[in-house]
């Protein structure tokens, strides 16, 4: 029998003291398929201290003569340092895997080796590598079919050969998104106690022609939907979504924070309800939910976990989403341009006690909130990203999902170091780890100091095409071709001063991967440009994105302290080389051309042109590109990657530009950002779109004094209070209880206040919105309703908002622009923003400008008054300023006069 | 660029030199500006602010042309600089004593800690609170009123914290203090000083019987330098007199503000130097709040003040004379109590008396340091 079928899932049981490898997957006619393969044993490496080899082997047949199926001598390269010969060591085979980590502890308490290695690789990864297999990959299974109740798949057979293959179609999956909705009176549920009310699904593809199912436990005194079910309790409830799953049998499962929340919550009801928690396509194995500090962990036989939560912050991390704010109402209006619908979480316990429509629109809630989450992955190929890395890196996609990029590196290194005959040391332990001197530290790439200003000439974006691992490859960088003492073999020294072997003589693993992964996504991306079936090509997209994110995890993970291979030196190197070429790049274009170095970051320079003509400035930039390539021919290659018409540099890392890139010979334009706060959450919308605004005319427009009077504009319009209240609206979520909150924060003196008013508030999970407004009190007790201040037409305190909001971000972008040496030294009086935007003798905020004398200082933006000025130069409670205080009276300056 | 860098570099020297650092902006604007930096070379010390900011050096600029000569303008953070530089100085001294172990700044501090030691400015004393602030923020500390009675506010004190229940406590309170003065001071020759105040001419009080014996003393003495510290009478015409009458002695008028024309008067207090001898002198009247404050005599409340190294805490306008970096060899004050003369770790501290109820004064030889008591009853 030969069944082909795509990897979803690998792990392992004991049977009669003998491991039996499980191979989950589905077919391409959607039959799910599960191998199972026996006669793989567990093993790992011991290299005995020397003439010590026979003891080694005594010892550990005497000590675990039930567990040991061979003592085998092997010659093995050790991982670090090159070596022109292999060191004898024997490989150790057991019949459990569960025992490895007790007969290695036990070798190295005894101090019989010299090293140990492989001792801690998964057995399901020890497997898939020896057997060739990539997670997500097809693999085609040859054996006969047989027949169990342990596993709950369409196929079963028993395993004699596996293949993998390469074909670019994936399976068509089944998806199912989970929602619960719990019932806690207040505060957060506690799963001992308080029950799942509702369980929303959402089915892709549909589910017997449904593509909603809610599940609710209790009787309805109204007649709900056809896709809603009530049941009497809890348990049966739960009892029917078992069913379900088992019957619609979903590849993936997906929830919007389902790992934080839904997923242990409905695991733990499963347990307090008697339930089976067998959610996988295993009989025997439940699923599992574990915490590692405040991140949960969970899976289940051969179904995929995806948390559209995980996913969206992943995105906005890496920069390829801006959001300010994470709730699935807010991903949702932002991506699918959807709603959820509006029922704040302090309500649910209300809504559900409440009558017949009360419970129907708690349930409609649900349902949406199961179909928002579904849409949100699958509308924006949220895991494409993840089936391609899945099938690169060679680990299962769960482990892509969940786990960190070390994981992803390592099956690879196995892999190719077991091929060229070398094992991998384990990781180190929680002692060498602790013990790693951490002042030991990692200088990190260059970022060069920038020419801070408006640059109104052209300046040409340059980068190094994979410049990292270019410097793997081109000083042939590898731990088993570091050189720390004299050898008799040719060397490279790399501008670091670290010395690898010649690729003439061994060719590094490292440098093979790395050359492996360019050459696939040279190849693929070529393919992609080629093929016109969209299908093809958004996989295609993933795949090349998916070989260079693993392309780039290879720097990364020689400097990261918990790595196998973790060496600071070949780290260090990489940097090192990565500075010595941004230096040497500089030195090369303003020796060499007329042009100015503005910027340079790890692997990129800006060039100031002067020239107005973008095409012009894009054949110079070609020019640059090949000097400097020639410069530093063999090692790494320049690109010109886009033409900034504008660009406006703050600092280090912070700039924003107009670029242009050349698609199909048409300049496209892009407004590019880099660590510019347009999306600070405690931000109002009024900040942002006024930062968002100045930047657009300054670099559209070039033109710095519209941009300062649109700035001031608004700051005017803000003074007349004419910015709608929407706007101004900052908001903050409620985390815990009222009375766990040390310190006043103006939330939660809001939800104080409305509670007071109306006897309800937000509770906890909810988001606040508030403003605002003026008044003699701290700033944290003015806090206010957005629609209480429209009812009762309460005056926002628009000082507030001038200092604490809008000018700060603005101050950053004008002080590299606006203010002149010749303004600075002749017109003393403009030195700060503040000014700028204020009359000098009786602005419309009540502050005067001059008085002789005093009685005390104030806070110009929350009125607390203080003796003498703070120490910190500013006012305590709300960091504003401080000005002198006469009669009650604010005053800028004070006037004495000389004797 | 290399050149420009060592330049740079020397300018910030020079600034660090004078106890002030320059801000990255200014760097540069200085560097390229002869002038500017020829007129912040001549500033005094006590001028420079410890950052010299963008604003500072508009605010200079504005000097060089003024508002008026005779006027200075300053924002809050000019005033900030006042109490920065006070509370730099006094924690130069106090961070040397051995006493203050653990020492931490403000934000540093945390519940946990046990036993820690801060300097900061004392904001608020009440009954069982004290609060001190340091430049990166305020801590709220309870305290034995005992320990607190002495203290007021804006003098710049080091404590020793411990940790009580919930909350800190001020256990010891660490003062400058003035070290003993080894060597007495003293001119080469005989020196005479004569410290007299109150007069009071005009005064329904006034004794002409003990003014007369002043003057029948006065006139038999050596020439020497009179100090009068205040009130010898609101009339000028009387003040013309008393010149008269003394005529044969140097007169060194301190807080007088109705002199005659071409007499020249000092702003009080006054420190005077002679030949490596320090004289601090002055009407005294902003002793009285601490007098009062303290409840102590005069006298102690000088000694309890000079412990602070400073004279007049909550005075910041008029640092350079009340803040005792140096101290002087002698303290002469007008008529607040009793006249006396105390001497504190080799300092001379002596109170005038007055020509309506008590005319006891004392002069002083700086050649050999001898206080004479002369009474005119």
């Not at chain 1, 890395?389 to 892509?400: E, P």
Request: hydrophobic share 35%.
């Amino acid at each position: 029998m030969e069944i082909e079928a795509q990897l979803l899932d690998c792990d392992y049981v004991v049977l009669d003291n003998t491991p039996i490898v499980r191979l989950f997957g589905k077919t391409k006619e959607g039959k799910t398929v599960c191998g199972f393969y026996r006669g793989y044993y567990p093993y790992f490496y011991v290299l005995p201290k020397k003439t010590n080899e026979d003891e080694v082997i005594e010892f550990i047949r005497k000590n675990f003569s039930s567990i040991i199926k061979n003592i085998i001598p092997v010659e093995k390269y050790k991982p670090i340092n090159y070596q022109s010969k292999k060191a004898e060591m024997l490989k150790v085979v057991l019949t459990d895997p569960s025992k490895v980590p007790e007969v290695r502890e036990r070798i190295k308490k005894e101090k019989l080796a010299d090293g140990i290695y492989e001792a801690d690789i998964l057995f399901k990864y020890r497997f898939m590598c020896d057997m060739g297999l990539s997670g997500f990959k097809w693999i085609k299974l040859i054996g006969s079919a047989s027949k169990t109740n342990t596993v709950k798949t369409d196929v079963c057979l028993e395993v004699d050969e596996i293949k993998d293959f390469d074909r670019t179609e994936n399976i068509k999956l089944r998806y199912l998104s989970v929602d619960i909705e719990t019932i806690s009176r207040e505060g957060l549920p506690d799963a001992r106690k308080d029950i799942i009310g509702i369980i929303s699904l959402a089915f892709e593809p549909e589910f017997n022609g449904m593509k909603f199912m809610t599940l609710v436990s209790k009787r309805a005194t109204q007649k709900m939907n056809s896709d809603t079910k009530t049941f009497q309790n809890e348990k049966e409830m739960l009892a029917e979504f078992l069913k379900v799953l088992e019957t619609y049998d979903p590849d993936i499962m997906i929830g919007y924070n389902i790992n934080g929340f839904d997923f242990p919550y409905l695991l733990d009801r499963l347990k307090e309800n008697r339930l089976m928690q067998t959610l996988g396509r295993c009989n025997q194995k439940p699923a599992i939910s574990r915490k590692f500090g405040v991140q949960f962990r969970n899976s289940m036989i051969s179904r995929v976990i995806v948390d559209g939560y995980a996913l969206i912050k992943e995105s906005i991390q890496k920069g390829n989403l801006r959001l300010k704010r994470l709730g699935l109402g807010d991903v949702s209006r932002a991506l699918l341009n959807d709603e959820k619908l509006d029922i704040p979480h302090s309500e649910i316990y209300s809504h559900w006690n409440g009558d017949g429509q009360q419970l129907s629109k708690l349930v409609e809630y649900a349902r949406k909130d199961a179909d928002l989450s579904l849409r949100l992955v699958l509308q924006n190929n949220l895991l494409d990203k993840f089936f391609e890395l899945s099938k690169v890196s060679g680990i299962l996609l769960q482990d892509c999902l969940d786990g960190g990029e070390a994981q992803r590196v390592e099956i690879l290194l196995l892999k190719e170091f077991n091929k060229q005959g070398y094992v991998l040391p384990d990781k180190p332990s929680d002692d060498k780890y602790s013990s790693t001197d951490e002042s030991q530290e990692l200088k990190g790439a260059l970022v060069l100091d920038p020419k801070t200003g408006l640059h109104t000439d052209p300046v040409i974006y340059l980068d190094f095409k994979s410049m990292y691992p270019s410097i793997f490859i081109a000083y042939n960088i590898c731990p088993t071709t570091f050189v720390k003492e004299d050898v008799d073999v040719e060397t490279i020294t790399t501008p670091h001063g670290t010395k690898f072997v010649s690729s003439k003589v061994k060719e590094g693993i490292l440098p093979t991967i790395l050359k492996k992964l360019i050459d696939e996504r040279d190849n693929v991306r070529s393919e992609s440009r080629k093929t016109r079936n969209q299908e093809a090509k958004r996989i295609l997209e993933a795949k090349q994105l998916a070989l260079k994110i693993m392309t780039n995890a290879f720097y990364g993970y020689t400097g990261y302290l918990r790595a196998r291979l973790y060496i600071i030196e070949i780290a260090a190197t990489i940097t090192g080389c990565g500075r010595y070429l941004i230096n040497r790049t500089k030195e090369v274009v303003e020796k060499n051309t007329p042009y100015e170095v503005v910027y340079g970051d790890t692997d990129s320079i800006m060039v100031k042109i002067n020239n107005t003509d973008l095409d012009d400035a894009s054949k110079i930039g070609k020019n640059v590109e090949a000097l400097v390539n020639t410069e530093l021919s063999g090692i790494v290659q320049m690109k010109i990657e886009s033409v900034f018409k504008t660009i406006l540099i703050l600092s280090k890392k912070r700039y924003a530009g107009l670029s242009y890139e050349k698609v199909d010979d048409e300049w496209k334009e892009k407004m590019v950002m880099k660590g510019i706060e347009t999306v600070r959450r405690d931000w109002c919308d009024a900040a942002t779109k006024t930062l968002f605004e100045v930047l657009n005319i300054l670099l559209k427009e070039q033109n710095t004094k519209k941009a300062f009077a649109y700035a001031k504009e608004i700051l005017l319009k803000l003074e007349k209070n004419e910015v709608p209240i929407d706007e101004l609206v900052i908001t903050k979520s409620i985390s815990k209880s009222l009375s766990s909150y040390k310190g006043i924060q103006p939330h939660v003196e809001l939800v104080k206040k409305i509670k007071k008013r109306n006897g309800t508030a937000p509770g906890v999970g909810d988001r606040v919105g508030f403003v605002i407004v003026k008044g003699m009190q701290l700033l944290s007790e003015r806090s206010e309703d957005p629609d209480y201040v429209k009812q009762n037409n309460i005056p926002i305190d628009s000082k507030y908002y001038i200092e604490n909001q809008i000018l700060p971000p603005l101050e950053r972008v004008f002080e590299v622009i606006g203010i002149s040496k010749n303004e600075l030294m002749g017109m003393g009086k403009q030195t700060l923003l503040k000014d700028l935007f204020k009359n000098n003798n009786h602005a419309s905020d009540g502050v005067k400008s001059e008085i002789t004398s005093f009685d005390g200082f104030i806070c110009n933006s929350c009125n607390k008054f203080y003796r003498r000025i703070p120490m910190i130069g500013k006012c305590s409670d709300c960091q504003g300023e401080i000005l002198f205080s006469h009669s009650g009276e604010k005053f800028k300056n004070l006037v004495l006069s000389v004797k | 660029m290399y050149t420009n860098l060592m330049d740079k570099s020397k300018i910030v020297k020079f600034f660090m030199e004078r106890g002030a650092h320059v801000d990255k902006t200014v760097l540069d604007i200085i560097y390229n500006n002869d002038e500017l930096f020829e007129r912040l070379k001549s500033l005094d010390r006590k001028d420079l602010p410890h950052f010299i900011t963008a604003d500072f050096i508009a605010k200079l600029q504005e000097r060089a042309m003024p508002l008026s000569e005779k006027e200075l303008k300053l924002s809050s953070k000019d005033y900030l600089q006042y109490y920065i530089k006070r509370y730099d100085a006094i924690k130069q001294i106090l961070i040397n004593k051995p006493d203050l172990s653990n020492l931490v700044s403000v934000n540093k501090m945390s519940a946990r800690m046990q036993k820690f030691s801060l300097i900061g400015i004392v904001t608020s004393v009440d009954y069982d609170t004290l609060t001190i602030e340091d430049t990166t923020g305020t801590a709220r500390l309870s305290i034995d009123n005992g320990l607190s009675r002495t203290l007021t506010e804006d003098e710049v004190i080091g404590v020793v914290c411990e940790k009580t229940g919930n909350t800190h406590k001020a256990v010891k309170l660490i003062f400058p203090d003035t070290p003993v003065k080894k060597d007495v001071a003293k001119t080469k020759n005989d020196h005479l000083c004569f410290f007299i105040s109150d007069i009071h001419m005009d005064s329904e009080k006034f004794n002409l019987e003990f003014y007369q014996k002043f003057l029948n003393w006065v006139n038999e003495q050596i020439p020497m330098t009179i100090f009068v510290l205040g009130n010898v009478s609101q009339e000028p015409s009387d003040i013309e007199k008393f010149i008269k009458d003394v005529s044969k002695h140097s007169i060194i008028f301190i807080g007088h503000d109705n002199l005659p024309e071409g007499t020249k008067g000092h702003r009080d207090p006054l420190v005077y130097e002679t030949e490596g001898i320090k004289i601090f002198a002055s009407e005294g009247n902003f002793l009285t709040p601490y007098i009062n404050r303290w409840s102590m005599q005069h006298d102690e409340a000088v000694i309890n003040l000079l412990k602070k190294r400073h004279l007049n805490p909550t005075d910041i306008l008029n640092e350079d004379s009340f803040f005792l970096k140096t101290l002087p060899d002698i303290l002469a004050f007008g008529n607040i109590g009793k006249p006396s003369a105390t001497n504190y770790k080799g300092t001379t501290i002596i109170f005038s008396g007055n020509f309506t109820s008590e005319p006891v004064y004392r002069m002083i030889n700086l050649g050999t340091r001898e206080t004479f008591k002369i009474d005119f009853s």
